[in-house]
């Protein structure tokens, strides 16, 4: 049921100083869309009694305490109090505004909002709007001069490459910057009239060392270029690959309101529904290793975006899979970036899997080369990481010494430590003694002395109904007015809003109060929008996830009432005491004469109840 179809008159809801959507269309938006398919297109989720869990995108934990509920349509995190509606849910997983996040759901689900004038469109939202433009723009001209006679030398070497399919070019939205070094701005200025400003904050131009304010030049010169999309297809930055070797081989946008580095990965918006499909990512390093793979219809394949994998890029894995296998060149710096990829994803729960293609193959030449259906086959070799791990350390050391042994040992000592798994640890350190040929039992005891678990669970709780405890007193009366509407008026009847001594809980209550006066319905998901302060978010989104038992909701909210009261009375007596005594030391007889009474009258109340 709609929470504003209650006879309410119009009202407006504020996005900023200047800025207004009418609430009958945020409400429309809301009743059309669904939290949990929102949700499920980030997080993996399982059913769990009404509600769904899974492992929370905000924080890196391994047991899920993320629960969605779609009753209520909220979400809230056990572990880092993470919560609130599908609104917040999609501004902090994109760092949108209020307003895109509303124009977004709003296009998904068919909603027509009104066409805002310029200058009522708050400034993040405007900015944002702005680079996205650009960046379309600069796509478009990027792909003309690959297709023009000027994109000849890019051309012929993605063909040399293997890559001249026009579809798949045309798929990934390739282009050229061709050499030169005002082409870009002069397009972007003249023919598309944007400032320069604008440009520079796109990424596009970089201001000349030394020169005045004014004076710009390309960034990306002479390169191919590849386009990159946050998890929903939005383009967002660019990358460019030289095609001789006389510079650094790639090259990114900078930072931008748009873009940050290591929040995203390359090909990650086609991949997601295979991922979550085979239940297993694959990640490669470079951006032609993914599109060879994507090509040849290996579809749950991502790139790294030319840096090391970070841990919000592995985030986005484990919201669609437990499951990744690194395919990273066999080179020094490539062991390095499995190493680092591999601590990376296990601090995410993820398993991680190790593929080592021949010398001298990536992704990209191996599937050229071989076909696809040779590298599915190669892949059924993939090892456990750590499998790896230990193979490597001991073809590189020296086993017919027991100096040579420790080193080894210690070597892989770091590896192991990471694992907080007790039973898959143990079996990781029989596969290395047996492998290592380790029988010396003081050596084997020192291992299993040196690596020790230190875990954390966080349970989702089960509240007991207590109302002897002030705070459970008001949260409870709270998480009861959000269950059923005659209670919540038998709450409002009996307990007045001033006696709530949590300022967060009180201000929820008065709230309320004010919505049962104007006949509307109590939805937290609604709710959660009319107040703004976070602390207050995160308490009515752990309020619409936790279960508390009440076994006679009447009787409780009575026995709440009751102790809330009394809590109040209790304050107020002693407020009088320290006014009474005042006014004795002051020597104003009549008016300590008046508070006694006052006193008399709240002992009688307190008596009675």
Known sequence: MLFWAYGLQLKLIKISLNHYIPDHLIEEIRSQSDILDIISADVLLKKSGQNYKGLCPFHSEKTPSFVVSPEKQIYHCFGCGAGGNIFKFVMEMEDLSFLDVVKELASKCGVELPIFKPGQIDAKSNERDVLLNINQKTQTYFIRSLMNKDGKPARDYLSSRGFNNEKLLADYNIGWAAPGWENTLRYLQNQEKFSKDDISRAGLIKQKEGANDNSFYDRFRGRIMFPLQDIHGNLIAFAGRVINETEPKYLNS????????????????????????????????????????????????????????????????????????????????????????????????????????PSGHDPDSFIHQFGPEKFLEELKNARPFVEFFIDDAIAGGNLSTPMGKVEVVNKVLPILMKIENTIERTEWISILTERAKIEDRALLTELKNTIKQDKTVVDEPHQKNDCSNKQNTELYLVHLMFSDKELAIQIKEQAKVENFTDPNLRQIAELCYQLLDEDCELRIDSVMDRLDKPKIKTILSKIGVTTIPFDNPKQTVSDCVKALNKKSHSQQVEELKKQRNEALVAGESERSQKIQNKLKELRITLTSN
């Open 254 to 357: 900078p930072e931008t309101a748009l873009y940050i580095k290591g929040k995203h990965l390359f090909g990650f918006n086609r991949a997601k529904e295979s991922i979550r499909k085979q239940n297993k990512a694959l990640i490669v390093e470079g951006y032609f290793d993914q599109m060879r793979a994507h090509q040849n219809g290996i579809r749950n394949s991502v790139a790294t975006c030319g840096t090391a994998l970070t841990l919000e890029q592995a985030s986005l894995l484990k919201n669609h899979t437990k499951r990744a296998t690194l395919i990273f060149d066999s080179d020094s710096a490539g062991q390095a970036a499995t190493k680092k990829g591999f601590e990376v994803l296990l601090k995410q729960g993820l398993s991680v899997d190790v593929l080592s293609l």
